[in-house]
């Protein structure tokens, strides 16, 4: 160990002794050399050796002491025969000298910047590295090798999006024209550590220009976001999971209607398929009679199937999945759930639906929930209502150029003002047996995809549930996404 220690110690001794010995060379040469040349010029050279390793202080010595050199070679061959030269000679060397100087200690104070800046750098939390315009990294601070897993001296030289096999939201020609056009990006990717593990970040990119405008580097700051999104998706599958409870207690609720509406068509199967019998029991049949019978049992067993198909897509458990929607398709199958529940609160229900009303992106699972709920309260609040007409009014229209708007309005109790908030807080209900929940649910829905849900009362009696949800955008919606699992919500 000492024997390193002292390697150590004199490796700097060695460089400082061979500019002696260089400076030590170039004095003796100047003094005996006849050649009329300005030999101590060559002390730029002793200059700039001390300059990359000895501090400013250092610096300034090594130069007086080679100004010294040249003043005293000069008055050692003052005997010249043509002094003058002389003296030109050595001016020429000391203002070399100098100006070498200058441009050393200029260099220093630069380095020693960039070197602070880096330390500084190294400090931070956050990873950062940069990278030129070939993606070639060529920087790479601390918190990237702790990260990532490679060591800065592994990663500089290296194309970064191969190295960390970088998995975009969007392809990567479109994000460095962002780049280029706002001089900066911000998004979520996923990069591979050195272990193989993937990392989701939130990820910043700086673009650096030179004096003429040109693009030079980038610099990206990465935060490491992998645990929060894990945390976002348990979130997600909680919410998930309550909705469906949700949703499956509210088709307890309506499982005398969804009886009734199952009921219908198959007996009117049965009665038509009695009545074909009998038309071709008689002699001769009557085969006319016979097909329309068949006729009308094929349309009831669609119309028994669809009411199944309905009531399977609400009830069923799945992952949310959200595509390009057309919203009056979605009340329309809702209203055909809660037919007979609506005939039995005896409320009569209007529907003012735009024509061509923009697409919503979105899981149609759970928007028709957030509008069965609604419609399921809206009933309920009508129920205890006499001496006046039960009248539910559902829209579907534009809100402006980015929005669709959903209102639910009946003309039941209301709600009291004080409460408009307090309405979709989980746990808070305004119904005997109520849980809490659904109002809950539907606000969480809405906000996932990206909308507002709010309550007020109405000009006369009852109040209106209305929700505003952005428009379906092919550019915005339907983009590869950089972890399509974590961000399908």
Known sequence: MARVSRSRVTAPALVLVAAAVLAAAIFIFDTVTPYGMAIAVLYVIVVFIAGSFLPPRG???????CAALTVLSYVLQHGDVNPADS??????????I??????????HSAQAM??????LLDLTHDTVFVRDMRDIITYWNRAAEEMYGWTRNEAVGRVSHELLKTIFPMPLEQIMADVHRARRWEGELVHTGRNGAQIVVASRWSLQQDERGAAVTILETDNDITEQKRA??????AQTDLAHASR??????????????????IAAIVSNGDACLRWLGQKPPDLGEARESVEAMIRDSYRAGEVVRRLRGLAKRTEPQKVRLDFNEIIDDVLLVVEREMLRHQVTARTELAHALPAVFGDRIQLQQVILNLIMNALDAMSSVSGRSRELIVRAQRHDDDHVIIAVQDSGIGFETENANRLFAAFFTTKPDGMGMGLAICRSIVEAHG????????????ATFQFILPQWRPDASELPQANSARSAN
């Open 248 to 265: 499956v207690a509210t088709l307890g609720e309506l499982a005398a209607s969804i009886v009734h509406e199952v009921n219908q068509p």
């Open 59 to 65: 610096i300034l010595v090594t130069a007086a002491a």
């Open 114 to 119: 960039r070197r602070e800046q880096a330390r």
């Open 87 to 96: 003296l030109g000679r050595a001016l020429m060397s000391l203002s070399a």
């Open 232 to 237: 976002e998706e348990a979130l997600l599958k």
């Open 98 to 107: 100098g100006v070498t100087t200058l441009l050393v200690l200029r260099n």
């Open 451 to 462: 909308g507002r849900l709010w309550a007020s009362p109405n000009a006369g009696p009852g």
